[in-house]
């Protein structure tokens, strides 16, 4: 059966993404909604984490009060554009590891091309939110999963500003164990592998490159 695909309709979220899909946006502008959007998604794909009871000093007394349980998450942005979600990310788990999976998309096949992977030595011992702001062809995502999945990561989770069917088809295929968290799965891919109607390509959005 494969993981279950979580669309985040908080209107801050929906919101958000609208300005970011109008094709007259600033790079600012852009990527400091995507900085935004991230930090509200990791708001939602962090709701299920385990939690345990500890004992705390209040300014009055002693008490029993939840803290988060096992060690911290490790965040690994598929680079170039999943580094936008990083820094949202950090403001609310700001002692979270991170891994780099630098892998880009050739433009004749469409396939995912391996340049330059680092993470923390305990993936197996920690939570990994893998992060890329579009979920087309799946192919980035699923080379970034196998890797992570290759150093040992067990407990892996993918979140996506923007998801196509078919991306979500190939990930859901070759990773069912991963949950999918985006803000809106639109109609489908073009003719160019990119999502419709989308909001073009992010990396290029957020650096101001083509």
């Excluded at 094709?23 to 345990?52: A, H, W």
């Excluded at 999976?101 to 939110?129: C, H, M, N, S």
Aim: charged share 20%; aromatic share 6%; with cysteine.
């Amino acid at each position: 059966m494969s993981a279950e695909v979580h669309v985040v309709h908080h209107p801050l979220v929906q919101h958000k993404l609208t300005l970011m899909r109008e094709q007259e946006r600033s790079i600012k502008s852009f990527r400091e909604l995507v900085n935004e959007v991230g930090m509200l998604l990791c708001y939602e794909i962090t709701r299920d984490l385990p939690l345990e009871m500890v004992e705390i000093e209040t300014p009055l007394q002693t008490m029993q009060a939840p803290k988060i349980a096992g060690k911290k998450l490790i965040f690994a942005p598929i680079l170039r554009a999943g580094v936008g979600f990083l820094d949202g990310m950090l403001a609310l788990v700001p002692s979270a590891r991170v891994a780099h999976i630098g892998i880009y998309r050739d433009p004749e096949t469409l396939q995912a091309v391996e340049y330059y992977f680092k993470a923390p030595q305990d993936l197996p011992e920690r939570t990994t939110i893998l992060m890329d702001p579009m979920l087309a062809t799946g192919n980035s995502a699923c080379a970034a999963a196998s890797l992570l999945k290759s150093r040992g990561a067990r407990d892996l989770r993918f979140v996506c500003l923007l998801a196509a069917p078919e991306g979500i088809a190939q990930l859901q295929a070759e990773h069912p164990d991963i949950p999918i968290w985006t803000a809106a799965v639109d109609e489908k891919l073009n003719d160019h592998g990119y999502i419709v109607p989308g909001l073009g390509d992010a990396g290029d959005r957020m650096f101001g490159t083509k």
